[in-house]
């Protein structure tokens, strides 16, 4: 830093650190970068270089849903665990198998897909047609949330379980997880849900009524949550309170966790 008297200097070896205290303009902490950004290497002004969801190859890089492979790594992983371009929504069952929805380009429409990375083979589901879905497992099933409201996989069909939740007019479902034991959380941009497999409860944790819920996080007994412009929020033990935004207010459209 310029135009300050620096006073003290100290180093921690275990983080990494530099602290740099000052005799007027307050301690300077100094560490290293610890996110590095990954992009295409030649990016068409055509194609896109955001990206929605995106699945981790064995050799570090990363496959996403446009269908771009990011990373340091030059050597390509084959085969690839999917093969064309692929929805907002992946889900990543155990270790060995990826859910994922994409076209099924024999009939030109979405349906549900399954890779596993131990044999290597690629699974379609052309009966359980469905387009922007966010997938979890639960109760030992694969449960489908879109358009339709809540579904089962069945065999090789989704069965409709509870179609009170809808997509459409701004009510899009954004993510779904298994709070506890046939407890599924969903969010989406009417709030969070919570919905019981064995009873069918469906009850209402968090809405603001003009706020979409973008991503939630598990971690033991709390779940977080992020909206877009509301800022973000842990549940737990029956209580949903507000977490502290930076500085600068970007956490107000907190988009996911990691």
């Not at 530099?18 to 290497?41: A, C, H, P, Q």
């Not at 009939?107 to 879905?133: D, I, Q, W």
């Not at 409201?149 to 509870?162: E, H, P, T």
Request: with cysteine; hydrophobic share 35%.
């Amino acid at each position: 830093p310029t135009d300050v008297f620096i006073k003290h200097v100290q180093y921690n070896e275990k983080s990494k650190t530099i602290f740099l205290g000052t005799d007027s303009k307050g301690i300077y902490i100094l560490k290293k970068n610890s996110v590095e950004s990954l992009k295409t290497i030649s990016p068409n002004t055509g194609n896109r270089v955001s990206y929605y969801s995106q699945v981790e190859l064995a050799n570090g890089n990363v496959l996403t849903n446009e269908g771009h492979v990011v990373g340091k790594n030059r050597i390509t992983s084959s085969p690839l665990p999917v093969a064309d371009l692929f929805t907002v929504h992946v889900f990543r069952d155990g270790d060995s198998i990826l859910w994922y929805t994409a076209s099924y380009n024999p009939l030109n429409y979405y349906c549900l897909h399954k890779y596993n990375y131990k044999t290597g083979v690629r699974t379609v589901f052309p009966k359980a047609r469905t387009s922007e879905a966010s997938l979890t497992r639960a109760e030992n099933h694969l449960y489908v949330i879109d358009t339709s409201g809540i579904r089962m996989l069945i065999g090789d069909s989704l069965i409709l379980i509870d179609n009170r939740i809808k997509v459409g007019n701004g009510t899009a479902v954004n993510d779904v997880k298994e709070l506890q034991p046939g407890i599924l959380t969903i969010a989406g941009c009417r709030g969070i849900f919570r919905f019981n497999i064995r009873t069918k409860q469906l009850d209402t944790l968090f809405s603001t009524g003009e706020y979409c819920v973008r991503s939630t996080w598990r971690y033991k007994d709390y779940l977080f949550f992020g909206t877009y412009g509301k800022g973000l929020f842990v549940y737990a033990h029956g209580k949903v309170s507000p977490l502290p935004l930076d500085k600068n207010k970007y956490l107000l459209f907190t988009h996911c966790f990691m």
